[in-house]
């Protein structure tokens, strides 16, 4: 048992010891001194406190007589990032609403090609003409956008692209510097 003993403390002792010679290895004794240079470093521009600028739009009417947008203009400031809600106020089904930002002129072109789109393209086709859109609202639904207004001043289009809405909701987004 005295000799059990002794073997298992021999092997501790030699484990212990090599393990210590082991760290006494690893450590670091000189270190090296930084090189720092003058490099030139271009930063982004901090947009997280960059004011966003409110809209709201209400979609109203309850008739394909009815419908409109109760604002048939908006204004924002050039390059601003805009928080834009549309507050859809119909009530039944084919009251279905969108918001579609257009080139300045072609809100009517936008909203033909949309209707070819369909349903399963959110009725917003894939063209430079669209510059933001809104996804549906549903009848009494409340829906919101975001995006960056366009940096050129002028008179832009914004229209609802659901089938046959466009001829009477459309309006004038007005963007000035």
């Not at 601003?80 to 918001?99: F, Q, R, S, T, Y």
């Amino acid at each position: 048992m005295k000799k059990t003993f002794y073997i298992v403390l021999a092997t501790f002792l030699l484990a212990t010891y090599s393990c210590q010679q082991a760290e006494e290895e690893n450590v670091v004794t000189e270190v090296a001194p930084a090189v720092v240079e003058n490099v030139p470093v271009e930063e982004e521009p901090d947009t997280t406190l960059q004011p966003v600028e409110e809209l709201i739009l209400h979609a109203v009417g309850n008739t394909l007589e009815e419908i409109a947008y109760a604002e048939d203009t908006l204004t924002v400031s050039s390059g601003a990032l805009v928080k834009m809600v549309l507050v859809n106020e119909g009530i039944d089904m084919p009251m279905v609403h969108n918001v579609v930002f257009t080139q300045p002129g072609a809100y009517q072109e936008v909203a033909l090609a949309a209707e070819e789109v369909g349903a399963s393209g959110n009725y917003v086709p894939d063209m430079p003409l669209v510059v933001a859109a809104s996804p549906m609202a549903l009848p009494g639904q409340t829906v919101e956008l975001n995006f960056t207004a366009p940096t050129e001043p002028g008179a832009y289009d914004f229209v609802c692209t659901y089938p046959g809405h466009w001829k009477l909701m459309h309006g004038t987004l007005l963007v000035e510097e």
